[in-house]
């Protein structure tokens, strides 16, 4: 069997500590995925005493290897640094992560005592005092030299939370809990300063910094170990863990790396990194974010790049950048998906289905669909996962993914999962086999020139709320929030998108009333939270605007850019026919009437705010079913002044299908076109909700067909046309008559 008749879908392989030492439930289990319809198996080597540096570790590893290509499967091995790499940094210190913690304090005649909490899980030492900034009687801010400062430290424990970060956020919905250890300083600075202000560096035994020459050398000789493996792929499942909401992660080679790369220590601005409108406040935290992307970017670039050269060029790499949201993604430096995608040979999201709501599911399939498309990758995968696991959920989000062109991949193979269902001797296990088999059998059907077709793009702008700072961090909450809800209603109306990233945006073409993003034409572009943009992205909205691009907006106004320090509020404003209003304006009138997340809290289902726009006489108006204006239209640009739309984005945006056919749907099922070269045919695929079965009826110029029983069907229409393709056991096809 060659590889390429294997199944593409994916299953993990939990290693266990009694597998080290009799293969015989791992033969067996492997034995069932290949008969379950799975083609790639994907080894963890988690929760042992052993890591993967061990030779019994690697044993089993080459046993499960050998055995997955005797049942006709490829084998991967998840290698990401958490399970192995606090080894490494016991042995080399200085490749050791760094949290950076801060906390103020009053000074009286020079003297001040402040705490701040240790952050790691494992044994932390307070490596250096990275900064320390004072304030004048004037409220002047200066950066203080060695000289001028002395600190000691002390240690101590409590049963109840010190002050943290989000006693400076009084916005803030909720506040963490629990105690922990706590490092004390107590220091002297001149007199005549009032406050003070110390970044402290703590080092832990567990995170590695990626970016040390003594972390890249340890993760190439780790490869080096299973080079005579015969493996097919590596994996990095999460590979940007170590980051923490109180802290900025950093390191000895990271700081090093930064002084390099801009020039300049980043000790000297941390404090840029808490907040400021400056426009060197704006750059430190673009240098700083672009700095912890490149460093995982280029940790995982140089550990897949040894992969191939070992397993070959079509080596499986994998795994999802997405981690516990997007606010915990950007301290981990995980956010920019796009670009982290770029080291993988597929397409990856994350996400659960019982522990977060169907909206947040429903946006990492939009997410990897988006990822698979602007990449050019040839499969997505998403790591679905329950610890409840129901029939109906697998076969809901099995037909769900069709919609999407997602393959299976679930990681729970073995006797010991994290608290998983154990497969393949959970009862469920007849249900992932089937919905794996299924997905298959989609995939197979399916013509290769045909993907699945979307309306509209959406910019994916982790920078835009990031660039403000933490003084904002709502805004990255909250910008969830809208993609959350924006996605779910897309489904609900059969209204498809696609999510574009920064640089597509910035590098587009404009032409005959079309953006072309990554060779993909749209006459429509929808940028939530655009409030900061860059110069590049700027100039291409100029030209949308002049070639009847449509555009849309949701959120704060767009008010400056991100790259110099020009203000861009009042083109804007003219542009929506507004009175001219800025973020500053937006943020302190949300804040005034809404509650708003702090950064540690979780996002909202919703956000019901409405900012009260003024409008020109020549503008319209968008009123929502309680009478309250929620945005402006002028022209072909649209202001949804509102933070979540969820309830009238579709309703006030008509649908611009261009390419598949037009058509009314009169059912209640999820349905989507895909288009292909051959204008003439196009595939439409069909699924019932999740508690239903399929009674839809489709009418467009030419065809007018019905689809009855089943729980979803794939039809192809040509002209007046239309058959089945594939389809659930019970489905039928029947053409209307037309009155």
């Given amino acids: 069997m060659t590889k390429e008749k294997l199944s593409q879908q994916a299953m993990g392989l939990f290693l266990t500590p009694d597998w080290l030492h009799d293969y015989s439930d791992m033969e067996e289990a492997l034995a069932e995925a290949a008969a379950g319809g799975f083609g790639i198996i994907i080894g963890f080597g988690r929760h042992m005493h052993q890591t993967l540096e061990d030779e019994a570790v690697r044993?089993?590893?080459?046993?499960?290897?050998?055995?997955?290509?005797?049942?006709?499967?490829?084998?991967?091995?998840?290698?990401?640094?958490?399970?192995?790499?606090?080894?490494?940094?016991?042995?080399?210190?200085?490749?050791?992560?760094?949290?950076?913690?801060?906390?103020?304090?009053?000074?009286?005649?020079?003297?001040?005592?402040?705490?701040?909490?240790?952050?790691?899980?494992?044994?932390?030492?307070?490596?250096?005092?990275?900064a320390v900034y004072a304030w004048d009687a004037q409220g002047q801010v200066h950066f203080l030299s060695p000289e001028d400062y002395s600190v000691e430290q002390s240690s101590h424990g409590s049963a109840y939370n010190w002050p943290t970060l989000d006693d400076d956020q009084t916005v803030s919905l909720s506040k963490p809990r629990g105690g922990g250890y706590y490092c004390e300083l107590k220091g002297e600075v001149p007199a005549n300063y009032t406050r003070v202000k110390v970044y402290t560096a703590m080092r832990s035994t567990k995170y590695p910094d990626v970016s040390s020459p003594e972390y890249l050398k340890a993760q190439a000789d780790l490869l080096s170990f299973y080079a005579e493996v015969p493996m097919d792929g590596v994996g990095w499942d999460e590979p940007g863990k170590g980051g923490s909401f109180r802290a900025y992660k950093a390191g000895r080679g990271f700081f090093a790396k930064f002084l390099e790369t801009y020039g300049y220590d980043l000790r000297e601005r941390l404090m840029d990194l808490d907040g400021g409108d400056s426009s060197q406040a704006v750059q430190t935290r673009r240098d700083y974010h672009a700095a912890i992307v490149e460093m995982n970017y280029h940790a995982q670039y140089m550990f897949n790049q040894q992969a191939k050269a070992q397993y070959g060029e079509d080596a499986f790499l994998g795994t999802h950048h997405t981690y516990a949201g997007m606010a915990m993604d950007i301290r981990c430096g995980v956010m920019d998906y796009f670009k982290l995608g770029e080291v993988l040979s597929a397409a990856f999201t994350d996400t659960g289905w019982d522990v977060s709501g169907h909206s947040e599911t429903i946006y990492n399939y939009v997410l990897v669909d988006s990822l698979r498309k602007e990449l050019d990758q040839p499969l997505s995968y998403v790591n679905d996962w329950s610890k409840k696991p129901r029939t109906v959920w697998y076969d809901y989000y099995t037909r769900l993914k069709m919609l999407y062109r997602i393959e299976w991949f679930m990681i729970f193979l073995g006797r010991c999962a994290e608290n998983f269902p154990t497969f393949p001797w959970d009862p469920y296990w007849k249900d992932v086999t089937r919905n794996a088999k299924q997905l298959e059998s989609f995939r197979d059907v399916l013509p290769a020139d045909l993907d699945t077709y979307s309306e509209m793009a959406v910019w994916f702008s982790w920078e835009s709320p990031v660039f403000q700072g933490t003084a904002r961090a709502h805004y990255v909450r909250l910008w969830m929030t809208c993609n959350y809800n924006l996605s779910e209603q897309g489904l609900e109306h059969n209204r498809h998108f696609d999510y574009v990233s920064t640089p597509a945006l910035e590098n587009a073409e404009v032409r005959d009333g079309q953006i072309i993003l990554s060779g993909k034409a749209y006459r429509r572009l929808t940028l939530p939270y655009a409030s900061m943009v860059s110069t590049a992205i700027w100039q291409t909205l100029k030209?949308?605007?002049?070639?009847?691009?449509?555009?849309?907006?949701?959120?704060?106004?767009?008010?400056?850019?991100w790259d110099s320090d020009e203000k861009i509020d009042a083109e804007f404003c003219q542009w929506a026919g507004v009175k001219q209003v800025d973020d500053t304006q937006y943020d302190a009138v949300l804040k005034s009437q809404r509650?708003?997340?702090?950064?540690?809290?979780?996002?909202?289902?919703?956000?019901?705010?409405?900012?009260?726009?003024?409008?020109?006489?020549?503008?319209?108006?968008?009123?929502?079913?309680?009478?309250?204006?929620?945005?402006?239209?002028?022209?072909?640009?649209?202001?949804?002044?509102?933070?979540?739309?969820?309830?009238?984005?579709?309703?006030?945006?008509?649908?611009?299908?261009?390419?598949?056919?037009?058509?009314?749907?009169?059912?209640?099922?999820?349905?989507?076109?895909?288009?292909?070269?051959?204008?003439?045919?196009?595939?439409?695929?069909?699924?019932?909700?999740?508690y239903g079965t399929l009674h839809e009826n489709f009418a467009g110029a030419e065809f007018n067909f019905q689809i009855e029983g089943g729980t979803w069907a794939v039809v192809t229409v040509s002209g007046a046309e239309a058959s089945l393709l594939i389809a659930d056991r019970g489905t039928k096809l029947g053409n209307v008559e037309k009155s």
Avoid at 67 to 75: E, P, V, Y
Avoid at 543 to 561: H, K, M, N, Q, T
Wanted: hydrophobic share 40%.
């Fill in 59 to 130: 044993a089993a590893i080459q046993f499960a290897a050998e055995t997955s290509h005797k049942h006709g499967m490829r084998f991967a091995l998840d290698m990401d640094w958490c399970h192995w790499a606090n080894r490494a940094v016991e042995r080399e210190p200085n490749m050791a992560l760094w949290q950076i913690v801060s906390g103020e304090s009053a000074c009286h005649e020079g003297q001040f005592a402040l705490t701040v909490k240790y952050e790691g899980k494992a044994p932390v030492i307070v490596e250096e005092i990275s």
């Fill in 543 to 561: 030209a949308c605007r002049e070639a009847g691009v449509e555009l849309i907006f949701i959120g704060p106004p767009p008010s400056r850019l």
């Fill in 595 to 690: 509650p708003v997340p702090s950064l540690t809290d979780w996002e909202p289902d919703q956000a019901d705010f409405r900012f009260p726009v003024k409008a020109d006489s020549q503008t319209e108006c968008l009123i929502d079913i309680e009478g309250d204006t929620i945005g402006v239209r002028r022209d072909n640009l649209t202001w949804f002044s509102n933070l979540d739309p969820r309830e009238n984005f579709y309703k006030h945006v008509p649908s611009c299908a261009d390419g598949v056919p037009a058509v009314t749907h009169y059912g209640k099922g999820y349905y989507r076109w895909y288009a292909g070269k051959d204008p003439e045919t196009a595939v439409l695929v069909c699924i019932a909700p999740m």
